[in-house]
């Protein structure tokens, strides 16, 4: 008698941590969607305007923010007469070689009028990385951050800060 009720017991406990986790678990990874129109754009810096090729007309190039154990899905395109690949630097791409970037060495470069959607999910990394554009000259003008947030009602290890600005250094 004692033994079923325990068992009884269990077994409510089980299924009502069950039922209370089962809603969190499906917030934990999502996948994440973006576009990179990789194009040329008039940039003004110290009063000198020049043509550059840029994602999405922004120099630096478009923030990405993802959590830990989201998967993401970037979709290149590209617009201008070069060939381009871009590396998301830092990533460890599990099983995902294919989406890490390097021209000729992973991956045929996305060719004039060409896209490719990169396809990888972030595994056991959080913390503020980069993406650049992986072939040529064309790394000097093409990169932006790459912010991965630890999971849902993971927190940092340190105190949370008041404020969190990136901060990119190019030339
Ligand atoms: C940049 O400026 C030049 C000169 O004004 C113009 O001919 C060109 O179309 C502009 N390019 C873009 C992408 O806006
Ligand atoms: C673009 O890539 C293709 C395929 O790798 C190559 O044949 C071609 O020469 C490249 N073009 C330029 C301008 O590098
Ligand atoms: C992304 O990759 C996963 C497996 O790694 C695959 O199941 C999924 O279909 C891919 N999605 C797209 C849009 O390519
Ligand atoms: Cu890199």
Redesign the pocket.
Known sequence: MGVLLFSLLRLLVLSFITLALTPQQALASITRHYKFDIQLQNVTRLCHTKSIVTVNGQFPGPQIVAREGDQL?IKVVNHIQNNISIHWHGIRQLR?GWADGPAYITQCPIQTGNSY?Y?FTIVGQRGTLWWHAHISWLRSTIYGPLIILPKHGVPYPFTKPYKEVPIIFGK
């Open positions: 899905l995902t959607v396809n």
